[in-house]
């Protein structure tokens, strides 16, 4: 069985934020403590986007009406199945998605 997925930034610090997602799980991303991540970043909203990474081994992004947007390979998504290389930007905060 694979290990999941791995939001790893492209952007910014010398230490990237990494967040992991295992199968089968559902997290959400924003900036409000009530954020499964806490992403505090410019231009992100509190609850941003949803990541399911479901149990057809999908890594599935949703945008949650957020004020900016939710971005995969610079084009605004409301929904988008990601891929390992693909570029998911919340805010001004880029991530490359890999798998585990």
């Keep these: 069985m694979p290990g999941g997925w791995i939001l790893t930034q492209v952007t910014g610090d010398d230490r990237p934020i990494i967040f992991r997602l295992p199968p089968r799980s559902v997290r959400t991303l924003g900036r409000a403590v009530r954020a499964d991540f806490i992403l505090d970043a ?58 585990s």
Aim: proline fraction near 3%.
């Design 42 to 99: 410019p231009l992100v909203s509190r609850v941003h986007c949803r990541l399911t990474a479901d149990a057809s081994d999908q890594l599935i992004v949703e945008d949650l009406k957020s004020t900016n947007g939710t971005m995969v390979n610079g084009a605004r998504v409301e929904r988008h199945v990601l891929r390992p290389g693909d570029r998911l930007q919340i805010g001004r905060v880029e991530f490359e998605v890999s798998r």
